[in-house]
């Protein structure tokens, strides 16, 4: 059983669409985050949710929103799309922050 | 925020060798943490050490950690093919809801 999945795993869209990606866990952890990773490989937090609450919100533009229906699940949207958005995204989840991070495999989004 | 930041940003090495990466951070921490990237794929968490902790093994992995230093190394001993990725340090911090920030890593070849 994957332990922190994320879909879809590729996204080709075109300048200006709304896409979302997807993200579960099944290890029952209370903190949830999403990672951007530019092509440099610098990993970025972007948003942080524990128990469905947002704790940490980076600077990111607010054409992208989280959205954590039940803590198991964590959702990125992301509205009108920019060429600069193309990266990898990464979900991971975690007991909390004083325990390792479960990554899920990335989501490589790439606009056009 | 807290950011570690790897020493070398790349190491090749023969199979069979050590390979010895190195971490260095800002200010207290509660735990440092390394993590593992393959190419194309998710971060895999490899070990925790807590503050107060010096040394610690996992397989052929060892972790240092010098507080006063504000630094923390990883060694790889019998590298092996596979061993071929790039290294993350991740230092958290004690208080509050702090961001985990990754550096750019150690990209590590191990050649057969």
């Known amino acids: 059983d994957t332990a922190v999945s994320q879909t879809p795993k590729y996204l080709v869209t075109q300048m200006g669409n709304d896409k979302s990606i997807k993200c579960e866990q099944n290890l029952g952890h209370d903190t949830m985050y999403w990672y951007k990773q530019d092509s440099k490989k610098f990993l970025k937090i972007m948003f942080s949710y524990n128990n469905k609450e947002l704790i940490i919100n980076e600077t990111v533009p607010n054409r992208f929103s989280p959205k954590s229906p039940d803590k198991a699940h964590l959702n990125l949207h992301i509205n009108s799309l920019e060429l600069g958005d193309s990266a990898v995204y990464f979900c991971a989840s975690s007991p909390d922050r004083f325990y390792g991070y479960t990554f899920g495999s990335g989501t490589r989004l790439t606009v056009v | 925020s807290q950011q570690g930041e790897e020493d070398p940003q790349a190491l090749s090495i023969q199979e069979g060798e050590n390979a010895t990466m190195n971490c260095s951070y800002k200010t207290s921490i509660n735990n440092l943490q390394w993590y593992r990237q393959n190419s194309g794929r998710g971060l895999v968490h490899l070990i925790l050490i807590r503050s107060n902790e010096r040394e610690k093994h996992s397989g052929r992995l060892r972790v240092t950690l010098d507080t006063s230093k504000k630094s923390s190394s990883l060694l790889i001993t019998a590298s092996r093919a596979a061993d071929t990725a790039s290294y993350f340090c991740?230092?958290?911090?004690?208080?509050?809801?702090?961001?985990?920030?990754f550096g750019i890593g150690t990209k590590l070849q191990v050649i057969p």
């Open positions: 991740a230092p958290t911090g004690s208080g509050g809801y702090q961001k985990v920030t």
